[in-house]
């Protein structure tokens, strides 16, 4: 059975949690010019109180309309609050970037948190080890010790909540889809001859009407592909042989994207552009 919601307990947790990711960040950040997030990791999953927070949103029924109505004047937290229920199926550095989030929501009331600091390549401060850590599902980072060594006192912790979820929870710990739940009942006769069962499936979605969503300071779609580790790009006949930079894109066989078209310098030419372009010049940006 999943745990009932006591809103005054929850939120205080929250709130707790909050300001030890916020402090998480300034340790590990003092003396680095990038972000080391296997530091972060490290920081972030052995404290107490931000590993209770996130056991106990897998115990949760987030998808409910309590939990709804009590973050329905801040959508934005509540969005990140129902992905961080299945973070034992989430890659680690996803997590990290959605905790972080999460905080910068709530303190600092800024949600334009540089995601390439997450899920770039490059400059996250790792080694090719921890990179590789970080990429993994952390269900199956703690169960190999990975994340932490066999033994560890985090991770008997870790494991010992898996067990328990896997009877409670089970779709926690191994879930179709992080936008769906389901639930059923199931009664029969001892020898199985007549049974009755209902079965419900919930859907939780998120939407955002937003404006100029190619622009290249927008992050929405960014956030969707890049925790996904894909890379998206639409070639038509007349992009076959794209050369990115940083900002723009240059192309050697399409004149009408020619090199560095600025939307603020030339208007005009940028909404000429059809939507393959425009698309690939997101992407490559970000």
Same mark, same amino acid.
């Given at each position: 059975?999943?745990?009932?919601?006591d809103?005054?307990? $929850? !939120?205080?947790?929250?709130?707790? %949690?909050?300001?030890?990711?916020?402090?998480? =960040?300034?340790e590990? #950040?003092?003396?680095?010019?990038?972000?080391? =997030? @296997?530091?972060?990791?490290?920081a972030?999953?052995?404290?107490? #109180?931000? %590993?209770?927070?996130?056991?106990?949103?897998?115990?949760?029924?987030?998808?409910?309309?309590? &939990?709804?109505?009590?973050?329905?004047?801040?959508?934005?937290?509540?969005?990140?609050?129902? /992905?961080?229920?299945?973070?034992?199926?989430l890659?680690?550095?996803?997590?990290?970037?959605?905790?972080? /989030?999460? %905080?910068? =929501?709530?303190?600092?009331?800024?949600? @334009?948190?540089?995601? #390439?600091?997450?899920?770039?390549?490059?400059?996250?401060?790792t080694?090719?080890? %921890?990179?590789?850590? =970080?990429d993994?599902? &952390?269900?199956?980072?703690?169960?190999?010790?990975?994340?932490?060594?066999?033994?560890?006192?985090?991770?008997?912790? $870790?494991? /010992?909540?898996?067990?328990?979820?896997?009877?409670?929870?089970?779709?926690?710990?191994?879930?179709?889809?992080?936008?769906?739940?389901s639930?059923? !009942?199931?009664?029969? #006769?001892?020898?199985?001859?007549?049974?009755?069962?209902?079965?419900?499936?919930?859907?939780?979605?998120?939407?955002?009407?937003?404006?100029?969503?190619?622009?290249?300071?927008?992050?929405?779609?960014?956030?969707?592909?890049?925790?996904?580790?894909?890379?998206v790009?639409?070639?038509?006949? /007349?992009?076959? @042989?794209?050369?990115y930079?940083?900002?723009?894109?240059?192309?050697?066989?399409?004149?009408?994207?020619?090199?560095?078209i600025?939307?603020?310098?030339?208007?005009?030419a940028?909404?000429?552009?059809?939507?393959?372009?425009?698309?690939?010049?997101?992407?490559?940006?970000?």
């Open positions: 059975k999943l745990d009932e919601l809103a005054d307990s $929850f !939120c205080d947790l929250l709130k707790k %949690s909050i300001g030890e990711i916020d402090n998480s =960040l300034s590990v #950040t003092k003396n680095a010019n990038v972000l080391p =997030l @296997d530091d972060l990791a490290a972030i999953f052995t404290n107490g #109180t931000i %590993s209770k927070l996130l056991l106990l949103l897998a115990r949760l029924p987030v998808f409910s309309k309590d &939990f709804g109505v009590l973050f329905k004047e801040s959508l934005d937290v509540l969005q990140i609050l129902k /992905k961080l229920k299945y973070f034992l199926n890659n680690i550095r996803e997590t990290l970037y959605l905790l972080a /989030k999460l %905080s910068s =929501l709530s303190l600092h009331n800024n949600s @334009d948190l540089d995601i #390439t600091n997450y899920f770039s390549a490059a400059g996250t401060g080694s090719e080890n %921890s990179e590789n850590v =970080l993994l599902r &952390f269900h199956g980072a703690v169960k190999r010790g990975l994340l932490f060594p066999i033994g560890h006192p985090q991770q008997v912790y $870790f494991m /010992k909540e898996i067990e328990h979820l896997e009877k409670i929870e089970p779709h926690a710990v191994y879930p179709t889809s992080i936008y769906r739940q639930d059923g !009942c199931t009664v029969a #006769t001892h020898d199985s001859q007549k049974i009755e069962a209902v079965m419900s499936t919930t859907l939780s979605t998120s939407i955002r009407i937003a404006s100029h969503v190619l622009a290249f300071q927008s992050t929405l779609l960014a956030e969707i592909y890049r925790p996904l580790g894909r890379v790009m639409i070639i038509d006949d /007349k992009l076959t @042989d794209a050369e930079t940083t900002d723009y894109v240059k192309t050697s066989t399409n004149e009408r994207a020619t090199v560095a600025d939307p603020s310098k030339d208007p005009e940028y909404s000429k552009m059809n939507i393959a372009e425009q698309i690939n010049r997101y992407f490559a940006h970000h």
